[in-house]
């Protein structure tokens, strides 16, 4: 059984830092393009970030360059969403996704992705 199980999130202040992890069982993570999505308040879930796993090409949503970074570690068969400088507007609920055949920087908001975690909360506020 193919799982993503995300841990981390929590409540932070404005211009602070957090990072979410998930990690994967039942699949080679490393042989998948991955992704983190967020669903705010009252809106439809968005992708926020995401890597291929064909060129390593990478894509970052305009409001969050320079803030959030992905990144994957293949020896745990983990991936990460690092956020730095967090703004009351990345408030949502983050979700981790992968999938074997999905080049991302062309479909950066796909919704019918092989594998998601179950979110994980993220309240950024004062």
């Known amino acids: 059984q193919l799982q993503l199980v995300e841990s981390g999130g929590g409540f932070v202040q404005p211009g602070g830092s957090l990072s979410v992890s998930c990690r994967a069982s039942?699949?080679?993570?490393?042989?998948?393009?991955i992704g983190w999505f967020r669903q705010a308040p009252g809106k439809e879930r968005e992708g926020v970030s995401c890597v291929s796993s064909s060129d390593g090409s990478t894509y970052y949503a305009d409001s969050v360059k320079g803030r959030l970074t992905i990144s994957r570690d293949n020896a745990k068969n983990t991936m990460y969403l690092h956020m730095n400088n967090l703004k009351r507007e990345d408030t949502g609920v983050y979700y981790c996704a992968a999938d074997r055949f999905w080049y991302c920087a062309t479909s950066p908001h796909r919704s019918d992705l092989q594998v998601w975690g179950q979110g994980i909360p993220v309240t950024v506020s004062s």
């Open positions: 039942g699949f080679t993570l490393a042989r998948y393009s």
